[in-house]
Nanobody, 123 residues
Framework: QVQLVESGGGLVQAGGSLRLSCAAS?????MGWFRQAPGKEREFVAA????????YYADSVKGRFAMPSDSAKNTVFLQMNSLKPEDTAVYYC???????????????????WGQGTQVTVSS
């Protein structure tokens, strides 16, 4: 059983930065970040596979977001730079307890979810 604890959300002006963190209490094979804005579907943001440290980013955040990690502490971060108002959403950390081919990008591939943290970007 895996439990995830998120932190780091807040309010920031457009062009600013925020860093989210997510610590997992149990064994995970991959971890990812998703976000959900009001009235929209939950969308993939970024993910990491612990087996080789490979990462995958959604096109909408590529070049702006990064996913640093600390494998020893089973912790991942989401470093968000050059934030835009359209980045406003509740951000969820997720973890998979099974192996997939490459970093999973579909929410159905994640069995464990954090509580979510609000990120609001003002214009």
């Amino acid at each position: 059983q895996v439990q995830l604890v998120e932190s780091g959300g807040g309010l920031v002006q457009a062009g600013g930065s925020l860093r989210l963190s997510c610590a997992a209490s149990g064994r995970t094979f991959s971890m990812g970040w998703f976000r959900q804005a009001p009235g929209k579907e939950r969308e993939f943001v970024a993910a990491i596979s612990w087996s080789d440290g490979s990462r995958y980013y959604a096109d909408s955040v590529k070049g702006r977001f990064a996913m640093p990690s600390d494998s020893a502490k089973n912790t991942v971060f989401l470093q968000m730079n050059s934030l835009k108002p359209e980045d406003t959403a509740v951000y969820y950390c997720a973890a998979s307890g099974r192996s997939y081919l490459g970093p999973p990008k579909d929410p159905y591939e994640y069995a464990y979810w954090g509580q979510g943290t609000q990120v609001t970007v003002s214009s």
